[in-house]
């Protein structure tokens, strides 16, 4: 109850300080509104911003996806910020959530640095080229891959099967020589659960292609790399998911470095951004007790569909 | 060079050690803990820097209420439009509120950097030289993208 009278207090304070703050520039840019009126109206874009991301953090909590793949759909969709910007900053949000998690997710040994390693290592460096790409093409044709790819990420998320422990007859040589196996409590059933993966090469070659459209797109890629680790390399779910989480902190980083490199950074973008998701994420976590994530998930599917069509729409010129 | 089962008794030895089965190599804690702390000192360093930037305290080379006239640009339009250079040009920039924020940024991203550094002689020490050689790589591919090198090709 304490927590959540302080969450809404710094939520107020932080509404409060952006208009505050604003005032006299919004006084100014009323007195020429009728030079310009978006000079007037500047400041609703930021904190609009906070308040939405504030939601999509809650809301990304409790349908069990990361807050990076409903960023930049839903506000390359509806603000009107340059796609640079939005992605540089999606990459950023997705960051930033990473790294807040990856600390205790590698310390219970959920997340596994060693499954990781490699895996990060072609996913970076994809990203790299990825954001290069995605700062290469017009508009145009970012928003209409992306509303292509949001549409797809529609599809593996309502038809992608989970397993709980995939079962693994035998480490793939790859995997054997890397060493790559685990152990890790379940807490649910008090187990050590033992785990080793398959299938790695294969999997390796997939990491390119889910770093490329993390790069381009500043998605994140956790609806990507979870079911890569879970069903195609036979990690077990929980296993995934943390490592999936910790590995967009490496991801992310590569790709983040090259808008960061090329100027796509805008504070006032970026920082309402990453404190609104991060505050929505920590509210979120105390409302998962009670609420219905499956019913939220399919409100998060529609919402990423009928973003991904405006993003399909505005590509193609037809809703713009 | 240890095998796959002394990895294992290693990370089963850990968490009797810690006592409450946390399950976690030297590596992969040494990596989380610097994790940790930078993950909070660049959060706060975030909320900060724009507080002094959204405050006035320091002066923004871009006035806020102009920031909109550029956010529907694409960037190299946008640095073109306020004439600032590519790369790493916010360094010198710090006295302004807006290039302020540009540090906390760039320390979140530059702190997997760091973590990969870190765990590089615990692996070598450890004679797992595949591990060693997968993190210094991606320090490297790190570093290429930190530099502006790896994406010189990209507008």
């Given at each position: 109850m304490r927590v959540s009278r302080t969450i809404a207090t710094a939520v107020i304070f932080f509404i409060s300080l952006f208009i505050l703050t604003t005032e006299p520039a919004l006084a100014s840019g009323i007195s020429k509104s009728a030079t310009s009126a978006s000079s007037t109206q500047w400041w609703i874009w930021p904190v609009l911003l906070f308040i939405v991301t504030l939601v999509m953090g809650i809301v990304a909590v409790l349908a069990g996806v990361g807050g990076g793949v409903l960023f930049t759909p839903i506000i390359g969709g509806?603000?009107?910020?340059?796609m640079d910007f939005v992605r540089a900053a999606g990459l950023i949000v997705a960051l930033s959530g990473s790294l807040a998690a990856g600390p205790g997710l590698l310390k219970k040994g959920m997340a596994d640095l060693r499954l990781a390693i490699p895996v990060a290592l072609i996913a970076s460096s994809a990203a790299i080229v990825g954001a290069m790409i995605g700062l290469a093409l017009p508009d145009n044709i970012t928003q209409t891959t992306l509303g292509i790819a949001i549409l797809a990420i529609v599809a593996i998320m309502l038809l992608a099967k989970k397993s709980e422990y995939p079962e693994v007859k035998k480490a793939d040589s790859l995997s054997s020589a890397l060493r790559i196996t685990g152990i890790y409590h379940e807490a649910a059933t008090g187990q050590d659960i033992n785990w080793k993966i398959h299938r790695t090469p294969q999997s390796l070659i997939t990491f390119i292609f889910i770093g490329i459209m993390a790069g381009m797109?500043?998605?994140?890629a956790g609806w990507a790399n979870v079911p890569v680790l879970n069903?195609?390399?036979?990690?077990?779910l929980k296993v995934s998911v943390a490592t999936s989480k910790f590995l967009l902190s490496i991801t992310d980083t590569s790709a983040a470095w090259v808008y960061i490199n090329k100027g796509a950074v805008i504070p006032m973008i970026i920082v309402p951004s990453v404190v609104g998701i991060m505050l929505g994420s920590f509210i979120g976590v105390r409302l998962l007790a009670k609420t219905k994530p499956s019913a939220i998930k399919i409100i998060v599917i529609a919402l990423l569909a009928f973003s991904g069509l405006r993003a399909l729409l505005k590509g193609i010129g037809i809703w713009t | 060079m240890s095998t796959p089962e002394s990895q294992l008794k290693e990370k089963q030895q850990v968490a009797v050690e810690a006592g409450k089965r946390l399950i976690a190599t030297e590596e992969q804690t040494t990596y989380a803990k610097i994790l940790d702390i930078g993950m909070k000192i660049g959060l706060i360093a975030i909320i900060v820097a724009f507080f002094l930037y959204a405050f006035g305290i320091l002066s923004p080379k871009i006035p806020v209420t102009e920031v909109s006239k550029y956010w529907g640009m694409k960037s190299h339009d946008y640095l073109e439009a306020v004439n600032i250079q590519p790369g790493w040009s916010w360094l010198s920039m710090y006295k302004h509120g807006d290039f302020l924020n540009f540090f906390p940024i760039a320390f979140l991203a530059g702190l997997t950097i760091v973590c990969y550094v870190a765990i590089i002689p615990i692996l070598i020490r450890k004679k797992d030289a595949i591990y060693a050689v997968l993190a210094l790589l991606e320090v490297l591919v790190l570093l290429g993208a930190a530099s502006g090198l790896l994406a010189a090709g990209g507008h």
């Open positions: 509806f603000f009107p910020f340059n797109f500043g998605l994140g069903l195609m390399m036979g990690a077990p | -």
